[in-house]
């Protein structure tokens, strides 16, 4: 047993379940399996931004205690694993991640003991836990970047960053012409102890994020470390941040103008699937199936397949599937895309609808340009909400029916939208100050949750709590969890409904996926003999194709057809 943790090594990562009656009046969940070694092949995965889910200790800022407090609800809803968003020390220049201690849990959270206690917690309820791991770059606040600052050009320390010496006179110019990820410049200059301008240092993202040499063996070393500190302590993946964004050409070249494949000076470079196979290695020294879950945005899908070969990655992010349209052809093809790439590498195919750096999906798709891309966020046009939520609800079905695992980013299942207006003195996204406002930020998808209707809020936490970090709109009180729970055409019924359903259903984990000729408006594929799914993306109603049973539908039928911008589960045969 390893201090504090509870939970035993070398025991497998194994408990027996009791799933006690549900605290509402649905169907119960039944208990998820925590015995089965391909449970990430087909797990529901609910994704926590920690600082707004739910607020335990009243200070406005979410917490462990809050999530504590609320596991039961996440058992109701159906849920495998959570995912959080990081929950380390950290100066928040990033919403966390800018980690400054990867084995501290942030004050403003809670602690380790706490985070130990919901481990378990969470487990003896069946719901696994997955961290979010930085990789790419840590807190300028972290112990190695100090320690780099305080030392002289050329010292071991600052061989763990990227320092270099500005070129042209007096060192004034910037190494490369890197853009940021977050717009703007990569490089900032240090300041030498006599206050002469010193050495450049690398950041991908804020200057607040200094990034990490990979090629440097102490990197190798601490993050194998961290992934250890944390697989001790029961944690069942990690969530990998900015995956392919690690290893960097030593030779610094400027960015060519077409980079052939694993060409680009910081994007998907080679070197890194030796980095993911001795993360795998630490992962299976653990029992139980710890899994590592990689953020990977790579337009290539053949590269990105790479990374899922079977002694790498077990999954990684589907985003293609999340930037398309609302466009039976875009998602076709964008499905035909995912699984044709999966199966040589025999790795389950993710479904992502959205999550903390993106826009929320009823308000995306109740535009008239539903796609979404960082490049053209569309913020601000005109959205129909009534129609997004419609198309919200279709599409939880599709992607809960789609072969692999499902993402749930927190909120989607309460149907919140984004929130377009909140006060620019609030907003604390650095995407949005780095683009000089141009960019409108994430901090509209990460607006607290709204669980009880009080008089002074939305019970984002206890009685007399602080405002919420960030406010929210009064008409939240409508998608407030307690109003949803007593109101069975709400999304969040339609989301416990299928995912009971999904578990229940034995084709929508192993049946074979078959496309079935429905018309070019129409996504209708079976799940091995006696499933089907629809989803009518045309104009108008249509015939149900010949079935048994009507499992579930995103909305009423309209005189036994399907409406529009709505999706239906079959039974097909008993
Ligand atoms: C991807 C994360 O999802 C995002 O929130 C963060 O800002 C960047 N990586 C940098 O860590």
């Known amino acids: 047993m390893h201090a504090n943790t509870g939970v035993d090594r070398n025991e497998p990562y194994v408990e027996s379940l009791r799933i006690e009656d549900a605290p509402t009046g649905h169907a119960t969940q039944v208990a998820p399996s925590t015995t089965d070694p391909d449970w990430w092949r087909t797990a529901v995965v609910y994704q926590i931004y920690i600082r707004s889910f739910a607020d335990g200790n009243g200070d406005g800022t979410g917490d462990l205690a809050g999530v504590r407090s609320r596991l039961a609800y996440l058992k109701e809803l159906g849920v495998d694993a959570i995912w959080f968003t990081p929950w380390y020390r950290s100066p928040l220049a990033d919403g966390g991640y800018d980690v400054a201690d990867y084995r501290a849990i942030d004050p403003a959270f809670g602690d380790l003991g706490e985070a130990e206690a ?96 990979w090629n440097h063996p102490d990197v190798r070393r601490e993050f194998e470390d961290v992934l250890r500190f944390w697989f001790d302590r029961g944690v069942a ?17 400027e960015l060519p103008e077409n980079p052939a494949p694993g060409e680009h000076p910081t994007v998907d470079r080679d070197e890194l699937h030796d980095i993911y196979r001795g993360w795998r290695a630490v992962a299976d020294g653990y029992p139980g199936a710890r899994t590592l879950v990689g953020e990977i945005w790579l337009p290539d899908i053949d590269r990105f397949a790479k990374y899922l070969r079977p002694d790498e990655l077990h999954m990684a992010f589907n985003f293609d599937f999340m930037g398309r349209p609302w466009d039976a052809a875009q998602l076709r093809d964008s499905i035909d895309t995912t699984l044709a790439a999966h199966a040589p590498v025999d790795a389950p195919s993710t479904w992502v609808l959205s999550n903390h750096d993106v826009t929320r999906p009823v308000t995306r798709y109740g535009r008239a340009d539903s796609s979404f891309a960082f490049t053209s966020k569309r913020f601000g046009t005109p959205t129909d909400l009534e129609l997004g939520t419609r198309r919200a609800r279709a599409a939880a079905l599709l992607v809960a029916a789609l072969p692999g695992s499902l993402y749930i980013y927190q909120g989607d299942e309460l149907g919140l939208p984004e929130v377009e207006d909140l006060p620019l003195d609030l907003i604390q996204d650095p995407m949005h100050f780095r683009s000089n406002g141009v960019d409108p930020g994430r901090d509209g998808c990460r607006v607290p949750l709204p669980w009880r209707i009080t008089p002074d809020g939305l019970g984002f936490g206890p009685v007399g709590a602080g405002t919420p970090w960030l406010p929210q709109p009064a008409d939240w009180a409508a998608l407030a969890v307690e109003a949803q729970e007593s109101d069975a055409s709400s999304m969040l019924w339609l989301y416990r409904e299928t995912l009971r359903l999904r578990r229940a259903i034995s084709e929508l984990a192993a049946g074979e996926f078959r496309w079935l000729d429905a018309g070019p408006s129409v996504l209708s594929f079976a799940r091995g003999d006696g499933f089907v799914h629809v989803t009518n993306l045309g104009d108008g109603a249509i015939e149900l194709p010949t079935h048994t049973d009507l499992l579930l539908a995103s909305r009423p039928l309209e005189n036994g057809r399907l409406p529009k911008d709505s999706s239906a589960w079959l039974r097909t045969q008993h």
């Not at 487990?123 to 320690?147: C, K, M, Y």
């Not at 490369?176 to 450049?200: A, I, L």
């Not at 993946?237 to 070249?253: E, F, H, N, Y």
């Open 237 to 253: 993946g990690v969530r990998i941040d900015s995956a392919v964004l690690l290893v960097k050409d030593p030779a610094l070249p």
């Open 118 to 213: 919901l481990i378990s917690e969470a487990l003896a309820l069946g719901i696994r836990t997955i961290i979010d791991v930085v990789p790419n770059h840590v807190s300028d606040q972290h112990e190695w970047f100090a320690a780099a600052l305080a030392s002289a050009p050329g010292s071991p320390e600052r061989e763990r960053f990227w320092f270099r010496d500005g070129v042209g006179p007096g060192g004034d110019g910037m190494p490369t012409h890197w853009v940021s990820e977050f717009t703007g410049d990569t490089w900032t200059r240090t300041t030498n102890p006599d206050g002469t301008p010193g050495q450049w240092y690398l950041h991908l993202f804020t200057p607040q994020q200094p990034d990490l040499n």
